[in-house]
Structure formats: structure tokens, C-alpha cells
């Protein structure tokens, strides 16, 4: 059974950092593409960014320059590093696969960033 946990978020100001922590469990972790997704209220869920096996990594547009993924699949981590933050990245985040699995959705760790 696959299991993600985050952690890492918090209430920062505009301008600041933030590195959330995903912690995988169960099947085949370290062989398949991790994302980290988010949820803004009101809005449906995106991708965020997402890094496969070999490392390589993909963000989207708003992110850019901003974010960075990386994964430690020897302890089954991904992390999201996240400077320069604004308060359109307000929102709950979340990692599962890339694409996602309905079943792997995790609680997610609310982000806040004030203007």
C-alpha cells in the first residue's frame, strides 16, 4: 500500500522560503515519477512540479525560477524548496505520483504566505 506524507508548510511573508517534505511508503517509491500538487480555495488542484527517476524535473509556468524538486530515493523523499513566495502560492500541498493516483492522496500541509 502507498502512503505520502507531508510536512514543511507554515505562515511565511511574501518573499520568503519554505522547503516542504514528502515521505513515501509502500510500493516501487523510488521507481516511479513524484509530483507536488497544490489546491488554492476555490480552485481545483495542479501540478506544481514533478521529477522522475533519473532526476529530471518539470514546473509549471508560475514556478519557474522559483521552486525546486528534488528526491532521495535511498529514504523515499521529495522535497519542494520554495523561495521567493508570494501570496498566489497560498494553498494546501500535496505529493503523490505523476501522473496522480486517487487512492494516494495524503492530507496535504497548508502553505500561507501574507501580502
Known amino acids: 500500500q502507498v502512503q505520502f506524507v507531508e510536512s514543511g508548510g507554515g505562515l511565511v511573508q511574501a518573499g520568503g522560503s519554505l522547503r516542504l517534505t514528502c515521505a513515501g511508503s509502500?510500493?516501487?517509491?523510488?521507481?516511479?515519477?513524484i509530483g507536488w500538487y497544490r489546491q488554492a480555495p476555490g480552485k481545483q488542484r495542479e501540478l506544481v512540479a514533478a521529477?522522475?527517476?533519473?532526476?529530471?524535473?518539470r514546473y509549471t509556468n508560475s514556478v519557474k525560477g522559483r521552486f525546486t524538486i528534488s528526491r532521495a530515493n535511498a529514504n523515499n523523499m521529495v522535497y519542494l524548496q520554495m523561495n521567493s513566495l508570494n501570496a498566489e502560492d497560498t494553498a494546501v500541498y500535496y505529493c503523490?505520483?505523476?501522473?496522480?493516483?486517487?487512492?494516494?492522496w495524503g492530507p496535504g500541509t497548508q502553505v500561507t504566505v501574507s501580502s
Open positions: 503523490n505520483r505523476d501522473p496522480p493516483e486517487a487512492d494516494y
Open positions: 509502500g510500493s516501487a517509491f523510488s521507481i516511479k515519477p
Open positions: 521529477v522522475n527517476v533519473e532526476g529530471r524535473t
